[in-house]
């Protein structure tokens, strides 16, 4: 295997290379959406970048050796608010399982459109409260959790290095907290693992009574069940450094007893729009289905190719600026692209060592536009251009044309390439013009084999 992979690890602080523990099976978790609302851009922010790592990392180990678990979070208090407010005229369990579906079908839709690929396993939280009780019985048993006032909380004092990935001493982590409203935690940092639920919450039967699960536990009980107690890479935003991340740590590892939970923690960086933080009441708060669907963003719709273009415009672990200026350059390249097909031919081995750099997808998008322009030259590098676009998943999609119409281009195609041969060049260039006022494009080239020449043709967009 010749790539050598660096990614920037959190843990360390720094840009190591990467050794998967199984070649044969590297793994990777990302926490996913909690399913209550559309997902914004900075939910996509994650599902893009991880879906470029996915991408490389099929590419280095093959399609079959890489599990990419994304869990949807489908139990959690805003969820349940919003069931209520909602669907007020349903039983709650209907209620939240309208939310959830209809969230989690709109999500999917959404990073569909944003080239994102199906992870290998998408795992719900509420699919696996067996595990997440298991867990917790565990921590119990072995002194890291204790019971309180009807919740189960994880202490943090029990762990001699509580605070392994953000760095931030406990003391300064708890001067923050409230005190007042914690008087039945053991430390202020203390977080919960199972809380009961009252008569119009959703619940689980437990051995600490009919309840359901804080957030953290969710991702530790179903990293482990999908990718075992030490993975690869453990990815997300920023903001799940501290507590998600932390907390789920202290929680797998010490109830497996293992020195790290994940060998890489990888973390993307913040989403601005328009120079400004995302808040719905400053009303600079854009969702992904807007962006695709509606005109709210400047005026007119922008499709998937164009949103996931944009972001890999930044390095990942940089702040993002997502503005209509950005969107509007990522178009403009997109436009001076070749649309091409899938292709099995090896991408660019420059894009593939940007990408190998830490993602770096910024050297990558340069690369592929230089590629492109080289491809619209000459044709046999299409293939090529194909192959990267799609290694970084913004391969332009040629635009779908009927097989009657298809079938009548091909013969004209040949024909024309007859009278080439023929050097009948007067013919020839009627027969592009007529093709070129259908709006059929062509471009001549050589094919890479036989060195015969060729044409191929696309639908001018
Ligand atoms: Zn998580």
């Known amino acids: ?77 805003k969820i349940n608010a919003r069931a209520l407010r909602d669907f ?13 579906e209809k969230t989690a079908k709109q999500f999917h839709a959404d990073v569909a459109a944003l080239g994102c690929l199906e992870p290998t396993v998408e795992p719900r939280a509420t699919d696996n409260i067996e595990q997440m009780v298991a867990i917790i ?55 919960v693992l199972w809380k009961l639920s009252s008569d119009n919450e959703p619940g689980w039967e437990s051995p600490w009574g009919r309840g359901r699960p804080g957030w953290h536990i969710e991702c530790s009980a179903m990293s482990n069940r999908y990718l075992g107690e030490v993975f690869d890479i453990h990815g997300g935003g920023l903001d799940l450094i501290f507590p998600h991340h932390e907390n789920e740590i202290a929680q797998s590892r010490c109830a497996h007893g293992t ?12 989403v601005q729009v328009e120079g400004r933080k995302m808040s719905k009441s400053d009303g600079n708060f854009v969702t992904v289905n807007q962006l695709l669907a509606t005109q709210d963003f400047g005026g007119r719709q922008w499709p998937g190719e164009i949103l996931r273009l944009a972001m890999l ?37 420059i894009i593939i060592d940007a990408l190998a750099d830490d993602l770096n997808t910024v050297a990558a998008v340069q690369r592929l536009h230089a590629l492109a322009q080289e491809a619209n030259a000459d044709a046999t590098l299409l293939p090529m251009f194909a192959a990267s676009a799609t290694l970084l998943g913004v391969l332009p999609e040629k635009t779908e044309v009927d097989e009657a119409l298809a079938g009548a281009v091909d013969a004209l195609v040949a024909m024309r390439l007859e009278m080439l041969k023929a050097k009948n060049f007067a013919e020839a260039d009627r027969i592009r013009d007529e093709l070129s006022a259908k709006g059929i494009q062509l471009k001549d080239g050589k094919d890479a084999a036989t060195g015969e020449r060729m044409t191929t043709w696309e639908v001018k967009r």
Not at 168 to 186: F, S, T, Y
Request: charged fraction near 25%; aromatic fraction near 10%; hydrophobic fraction near 40%.
């Open 313 to 349: 415009m930044t390095h990942y672990r940089e702040p993002i600026d997502f503005s209509i200026k950005r969107l509007e350059e990522a178009e403009r390249l997109l436009a001076k692209w070749p649309a091409a097909d899938a292709s099995d031919t090896a991408p660019c081995p």
């Open 137 to 191: 019985e565990k921590l119990i048993g072995n002194g890291h959790a204790y019971v309180a006032e009807g919740e189960v909380l994880f202490d943090t004092r029990s762990m001699t290095d509580y605070g392994q990935l953000s760095k931030r001493p406990l003391d300064e982590q708890q001067a923050g907290i409230r005190i007042a409203v914690d008087a039945h935690k053991k430390n202020p940092g203390d977080f």
């Open 88 to 100: 007020p005229h349903l039983p709650l369990n209907d209620a939240i399982h309208a939310v959830t």
């Open 1 to 77: 295997m010749s790539v050598t992979l660096k990614l920037y690890n959190t843990l360390n602080r720094e840009k190591t290379a990467f050794q998967p523990i199984d070649a044969d099976n590297v793994r990777m978790y990302v926490c996913g959406p909690t399913v209550y609302d559309f997902a914004h851009i900075g939910n996509a922010r994650p599902a893009i970048v991880f879906d470029v790592l996915f991408r490389l990392l099929r590419h280095v180990y093959g399609d079959s050796h890489v599990t990419y678990a994304r869990n949807i979070t489908d139990v959690d208090d």
């Open 259 to 270: 020195e790290v939970m994940a060998n890489v923690w990888m973390h993307n960086g913040f």
